[in-house]
């Protein structure tokens, strides 16, 4: 069975650029979870999509964005970037609301 | 306001030996618990949970305890391997929404 699926792995944007990334979860599952992780902050919560519903939210401005499909794939956008936002941004998928994440590798996004 | 807290930001250990990390929280309405492991450039991956019913949970060499009284988990690996060096995320989480809180993470090294 397939694992999640963040695409691209790399890329480098400049500050006031925006950014979409994408995710596959495992197949059968309905749950998409974002998170960025920095050095200094660990895994920080953006949100999470069920079924084309977002159920929660972190704690992030609204130039952080994203949506589910009907196929449960799922992208994440954000906007103005800021160099702050550079980060390891890392989706994780599960078949419900419950029980464990199940992570990608990642996509690694760096602003100049 | 960190709600989990992973206080040792680093642990060196020699192989065969027990690691042991910590792992605190503050909200007392946590009923589930994680552990994760992440390599570098990786997504991190499944280790064990535990439930709140349970004061002990055991797969392999790894074994998570809880103390609700103290707010206080700790997985131990025995015996550490050097394929165990990663960082080790602890995570907590409560109610429907099931959203995952995290601690910051603890960078393990098993040292050969």
């Known amino acids: 069975k397939a694992g999640v699926t963040q695409t691209p792995r790399y890329l480098i944007k400049t500050r006031g650029q925006q950014v979409t990334l994408s995710c596959s979860p495992i197949s059968g599952h309905r749950s998409v979870s974002w998170y960025q992780q920095t050095p200094g902050q660990g895994l920080q919560f953006l949100f999470e999509?069920?079924?084309?519903?977002?159920?929660n939210k972190g704690n992030f401005p609204g130039r952080f964005s994203g949506r589910q499909f009907s196929n449960s794939r799922s992208e994440m956008n954000v906007s103005t970037l800021e160099l702050g936002d550079s980060a390891l941004y890392l989706c994780?998928?599960?078949?419900?609301?419950?029980?464990?994440?199940?992570f990608g590798e990642g996509s690694r996004l760096t602003v100049l | 306001d960190q709600q989990v807290k992973q206080n040792s930001p680093s642990l060196s250990v020699q192989e065969g030996r027990i690691s042991i990390l910590n792992c605190d929280y503050t909200n007392s309405m946590f009923d589930y618990f994680l552990w994760y492991k992440k390599y570098p450039a990786e997504g991190p991956t499944f280790l064990i949970s535990?439930?709140?019913i349970k004061d002990k949970n055991e797969d392999g060499r790894f074994t998570v305890f809880l103390n609700k009284s103290a707010k206080h988990l700790s997985l131990h690996i025995v015996p550490s391997q050097p394929g165990d060096s990663a960082v080790y995320f602890c995570?907590?989480?409560?109610?429907?929404?099931?959203?995952?809180?995290w601690g910051l993470g603890t960078s393990l090294g098993v040292n050969p």
């Open positions: 994780a998928s599960r078949a419900g609301t419950v029980g464990e994440l199940f």
């Open positions: 995570a907590a989480s409560t109610g429907n929404n099931r959203k995952l809180i």
């Open positions: 535990i439930s709140s």
């Open positions: 999509y069920f079924s084309e519903t977002q159920r």
